[in-house]
């Protein structure tokens, strides 16, 4: 059963670059999932960031596309998130999860991690 | 606003049976994926694909689609059950996933 963990700072700065991983156990990040990361700010709903293949297609969501960066470490058994120029509309909770081998869903999360922007 | 549309709450009494709607085009053509998420923990996933449920999950749980609208139906609600609930699939342009705003169910 694969088990996800998110790791990262917990404050950036704003116009800083928010950095996460996500470690993957019990399970291959070369296996024919779509690696995904989803935030929730405080009190709302959730947002669909974007999500990486083991072979490093990706697709993110049009309004953080030109912000964010996603990639794959094989060697490490991880994936990453890069969000560049943070403010404080990026304070939220942020989870990786994993689709179903027919990407039709998330059926794997993390705990989720908070990041908080602020000076 | 998302592209799926959900209604912000829901009650229900205890034992009852209630359903949960996500309306959006992208259903059209895509199954909606349903999530519980309670205070403080992840999302889990409880129906996904035209009616399936993950290892784990109670057969309470079943989902339903007709048009651009799924649903997820809880039969005889729990205590247990309250909780938000999100839907996902495809945005309008069917190019990129998106969640609906989410569904805080009150079970009386």
């Known amino acids: 059963q694969v088990q996800l963990q998110e790791s990262g700072p917990g404050l950036v700065k704003p116009s800083g670059t928010l950095s996460l991983t996500c470690a993957v156990s019990?399970?291959?990040?070369?296996?024919?999932?779509?690696w995904t990361w989803v935030r929730q700010p405080p009190g709302e709903g959730l947002e669909w960031i974007g999500e990486i293949y083991h072979t490093g297609a990706n697709d993110y969501t049009p309004s953080l596309k030109t912000r964010v960066t996603m990639s794959v470490d094989k060697a490490k058994n991880q994936f990453s998130l890069k969000l560049d120029f943070v403010t404080a509309a990026d304070t939220a909770i942020y989870y990786c999860?994993?689709?179903?081998?027919?990407?039709?869903?998330?059926?794997?999360w993390g705990p989720g991690t908070m990041v908080t922007v602020s000076s | 606003s998302s592209d799926l549309t959900q209604d912000r709450a829901v009650s229900v009494a205890l034992g009852q049976t209630v359903r949960i709607t996500c309306q959006g085009h992208?259903?059209?053509?895509?199954?909606a994926s349903w999530y519980q998420q309670k205070p403080g923990q992840a999302p889990v996933l409880v129906i996904y694909?035209?009616?399936n449920r993950p290892s784990g999950i109670s057969d309470r749980f079943s989902g339903s689609s007709s048009g651009d609208t799924g649903s997820l139906i809880i039969t005889g609600a729990q205590a247990e059950d309250e909780a938000e609930y999100f839907c996902?699939?495809?945005?309008?342009?069917?190019?990129?996933?998106?969640f609906g705003g989410g569904t805080k169910l009150t079970v009386l």
């Open positions: 694909g035209k009616n």
């Open positions: 992208s259903l059209k053509t895509y199954y």
């Open positions: 019990g399970g291959s990040v070369n296996n024919s999932f779509w």
């Open positions: 999860a994993k689709t179903t081998r027919a990407g039709d869903a998330f059926d794997v």
């Open positions: 996902s699939s495809r945005d309008k342009t069917a190019d990129h996933r998106v």
